[in-house]
Nanobody, 127 residues
Framework: QVRLVESGGGLVQVGDSLRLSCAAS????????MAWFRQAPGKEREFVAT???????YYADSVKGRFTITRDNAKNTVYLQMRGLKPDDTAVYYC?????????????????????WGQGTQVTVSS
């Protein structure tokens, strides 16, 4: 069983940057696709970005060009670099490991294809 711990959230101003980290323990995630999701108060959890074991990345349209997902397999850690933050980016950010049978462009954005969710890290963007 893999355990994921997110960190790096905080209170920032519009236009600021933050880098979130997701540290995995228990076993290596180097052969797994990983993703970031977020959930704002009163809203459903939504896909943000994902990175495959071959470093292929996909992003939600709302963050494309502003957020970058990377991974460091030596550290068993996945990162989310966020730039140009907006108030709409305010949410709890979660990382997760893809556990579905097939990872593809038709399912990488579905929360139910992931397991091993972390506890989340709060990002608040103040205007």
């Amino acid at each position: 069983q893999v355990r994921l711990v997110e960190s790096g959230g905080g209170l920032v101003q519009v236009g600021d940057s933050l880098r979130l980290s997701c540290a995995a323990s228990g076993r290596s995630v180097s052969d797994d696709a990983m993703a970031w999701f977020r959930q704002a108060p009163g809203k459903e959890r939504e896909f943000v970005a994902t990175i495959s074991w071959t470093y292929t990345t996909y992003y939600a349209d709302s963050v494309k060009g502003r957020f970058t997902i990377t991974r460091d397999n030596a550290k068993n850690t996945v990162y989310l670099q966020m730039r140009g933050l907006k108030p709409d980016d305010t949410a709890v950010y979660y990382c997760a490991r893809f556990s579905g049978e097939y990872y593809s462009s038709t399912n990488y954005y579905r929360p139910n294809e992931y397991d091993s969710w972390g506890q989340g890290t709060q990002v608040t963007v103040s205007s």
